[in-house]
């Protein structure tokens, strides 16, 4: 069984630092992508941004300049900095991951449970 586990978080003021970082646990063979996504009451859930195992990565707009993704594959972790926050950066933050269980198998996609991150204006 597969578990990504968020932490970090929490309350900060206009132009504060949060670090948010996960890790996945459990049976797979590999991790392909990890990543944040983001989710507003009564709106979609949206990227922030996703690694690659080889690196490469993606960045919303919104938030490029100011949060950074980092990975780690030999800890299986992945953390988002995010510097200069805004209210508008509230929301709650789930950490992303497909992963492979089994060789043979396909990737399938993980969730976190969700970390709530508030800006106060």
């Known amino acids: 069984q597969v578990q990504l586990v968020e932490s970090g978080g929490g309350l900060v003021e206009t132009g504060g630092s949060l670090r948010l970082s996960c890790v996945a646990s459990?049976?797979?063979?590999?991790?392909?992508?990890m990543g944040w996504y983001r989710q507003v009451p009564g709106k979609e859930r949206e990227l922030v941004a996703s690694i690659s195992r080889d690196g490469s990565k993606t960045i919303a707009d919104f938030v490029m300049g100011r949060f950074t993704a980092s990975r780690n594959n030999a800890k299986n972790t992945v953390i988002l900095q995010m510097e200069n926050l805004k209210p508008e950066d509230t929301a709650v933050y789930y950490c992303?991951?497909?992963?492979?269980?089994?060789?043979?198998?396909?990737?399938?996609?993980?969730w976190g449970q969700g970390t709530q991150v508030t800006v106060s204006s």
């Open positions: 459990g049976r797979f063979v590999a991790i392909h992508v």
């Open positions: 992303y991951g497909e992963l492979r269980a089994k060789w043979g198998r396909d990737a399938s996609d993980y």
